[in-house]
């Protein structure tokens, strides 16, 4: 069975600290993607990344990067100089390839402060 | 904007009745996901189309059903509502790799 756990429920931090947000996953399978999604404020659901099991490298977009480590089956998520706008819940995900099926985190809600 | 759709965005109803839940991918895009966002379950896929086909279930209850139509629009048909089924459902299209989120549906079962 997979599984995904976001140990962190909650992170407070101050404007322009760097702030890493955990999720570890569970799988049998091979082959299988991750996913981030931030969820503001105001509601919706926004993809952030999709990341391939066979794609080890870390990505950076702007003040957002990823760590993918297949060694402690973790995907991790930094922001770096935090700001009060990345104040959301962050939500990590798994789908194993062909079920087309999604496995979400319970979410960590983060609290830029000014 | 995301430029999924969905309709209505907040719906109120009593325990036992039945409803629809509408959403409109993004133009072009062939994949509708629908999802639940509940305080008890957490954020959860129910099911997915791909061009008019049944892809994948999830944690769908029997009572709930989907179907995605030719012109690629989806509907969720929730049905014998129960209390529990109170929450924010949202349809997501797929293309490049991305997923688009609708806005959501507030659902409030009395």
């Known amino acids: 069975a997979q599984k995904v756990t976001q140990a962190q429920t909650e992170i407070s931090v101050v404007e322009k600290e760097d702030v890493t947000l955990d999720c570890v996953y569970e799988t049998r399978d091979t082959t299988y993607y991750l996913f981030w999604y931030k969820q503001p404020p105001s509601g919706e659901l926004v993809f952030l990344i999709r990341?391939?099991?066979?794609?080890?490298q870390n990505e950076i977009s702007g003040r957002y990067s990823w760590n993918f480590q297949k060694s402690t089956s973790s995907f991790n998520f930094t922001i770096t100089a935090s700001q009060v706008v990345d104040s959301a819940v962050y939500f990590c995900?798994?789908?194993?390839?062909?079920?087309?099926?999604?496995?979400f985190g319970t979410g960590t809600r983060l609290k830029v402060l000014a | 904007d995301s430029g999924v759709t969905q309709t209505p965005k907040h719906l109120i109803t009593a325990t036992g009745q039945r409803v629809t839940l509408r959403c409109s991918p993004r133009?072009?895009?062939?994949?509708v996901y629908w999802y639940q966002q509940s305080l008890d379950q957490g954020l959860q896929f129910l099911i997915q189309?791909?061009?008019?086909?049944?892809?994948a279930k999830g944690n769908i209850l029997e009572r709930f059903s989907a179907q995605q139509f030719p012109d690629l629009h989806s509907e969720l048909n929730l049905s014998s509502l129960e209390l529990g089924d109170s929450a924010l459902y949202f349809c997501?299209?797929?293309?490049?790799?991305?997923?688009?989120f609708g806005p959501g549906t507030r659902l409030l079962v009395l």
């Open positions: 133009s072009g895009d062939l994949s």
């Open positions: 995900a798994l789908s194993v390839k062909g079920t087309y099926k999604y496995i």
């Open positions: 189309y791909y061009n008019g086909e049944e892809r």
């Open positions: 997501a299209s797929e293309g490049q790799e991305t997923q688009y």
């Open positions: 990341r391939n099991s066979f794609d080890e």
